[in-house]
């Protein structure tokens, strides 16, 4: 991994946190399809769906037919959500190929700094959330967990009570450090989560900073950030950069980042990192991913045709930046206009057959005369083209 970097654990959420806000009648052939699809992407971890009451979450009625009829990829971890024992009876019937966390490894206290949206979201109060602390921290000592976790959801902000400070989410933290402190459990991990797209580059570098400085054991860090106001992606930016080698960061996003909670009053306007977006960022740190984004941008397009409109992420309508000189865009290329016409990165100049080509003849450029051949377009340690006769000299006043 170049550079200081955290370690990533990346997460797929598209099949879970993105078709739970789309239609239910989507066939579940078509979902299955995009699953097997993902699975050859090169991604490690991948989220099936849900095993919740298709009372509340009527696109997840049908998700232990996906489980049973999508074809799991060797090397790739297949997760699902769980919200109660009843769910977890469900979904351990499919285990493997689903691997389901285990809380009792680094048990954590959950609750959300907005309690309209718990009780919107999951009908529990904060209040009965942090009722359920000392039965956690209870049974974490009485099986003599070594390792706990504190955190938050609902960190930053709130569409139902407005902004929350960092003061206030590192006041939670302390509070539930203290709680593990007394029973004599190390804590090493901790978690911010933004159901609602509140989150903020600067606020994510302050917290996670302000952990380190406060209690450097904790190497172990989650973000589950959504998008709404178009934060995710540099919001996962932040959080590289501010922690570094001896540190691993979780992250999740979703395929063409959809997705979104009925509960939160933005819909289908949520949304996540697209993870398209997030793999082309990080190649271009220089942080390898083993993903396939030609492949990705196929599932992409798939998951297009499922929901009927595009999605919200950017390379699958652009490409990724061109790595090649076989890939650079053609120079004489007429007008492109739309976002199919753009599709010639990946189908070809018949995407813009027939646009419009305004030029007399043909375009040159002794830039792209030097590409062809192999050379950079800029030397910046050396000749070109700062010594050509067509770059400025320093102007001399006649005398």
Known sequence: MAGNYPMIVYTEEGMREGMQIEAADIPVSAKVELLDALSETGLKRIVVGS????????????????????????????????????????????????????NSKRPRLPVHQCDVFARRNTNR?????????PRIIAAATARGAKEAGIGTNASFGSNFLGDFSVDV???????????????????????????????????????????????????????????????????????????DGGDTL??????????????????????????????????????????DLDKLIDCVWMLEKMIGR?????????????????????????????????????????????CIYPWSAPISSPYLDRVKKGQPAYEADGAWPWEEAFFPKPFVPAK
């Open 310 to 354: 595009y999605a919200w992420g950017h390379v699958s309508r652009t490409g990724p930046r061109p790595a090649k000189v076989e890939q650079l865009f053609d120079a004489n290329a007429p007008f492109v206009e739309t976002v199919e016409q753009a599709k010639h990165f990946k189908l070809g100049p018949e995407s813009y057959e027939g």
């Open 169 to 243: 989410t590192m006041k939670f933290l302390e509070k539930q450090h203290a709680l593990w402190d007394a029973v004599g459990i190390k804590v090493t991990s901790v978690s911010i989560g933004d159901p609602m797209g509140w989150c903020h580059p600067d606020k994510v570098e302050e917290i996670f900073g302000r952990v380190k400085r406060r209690w450097p054991e904790i190497n172990d860090f989650h973000a589950h950030l959504h998008n709404s106001r178009g934060m995710a992606l540099l919001s996962a930016y932040a959080a590289i950069k501010t922690l």
């Open 125 to 133: 109060s904060q209040m009965q959330e942090m009722e359920a602390w």
């Open 250 to 291: 979780h992250l999740e996003g979703t395929l063409g980042g959809i997705g979104g909670c009925p509960y939160c009053g933005n819909g289908r306007a949520t949304g996540m990192a697209p993870t398209e977006d997030f793999m082309h960022m990080l190649e271009g740190m220089g942080i390898e991913t083993g993903v």
């Open 51 to 102: 095993f919740v009451s298709p009372k509340y979450t009527p696109q997840m009625a049908r998700i232990d037919e996906i489980v049973r009829r999508f074809h799991p990829k060797p090397g790739v971890t297949y997760t699902a959500l769980v919200l109660n024992p009843k769910g977890r009876e469900r979904a351990e019937q499919y285990a493997p190929p689903l691997t389901l966390s285990d």
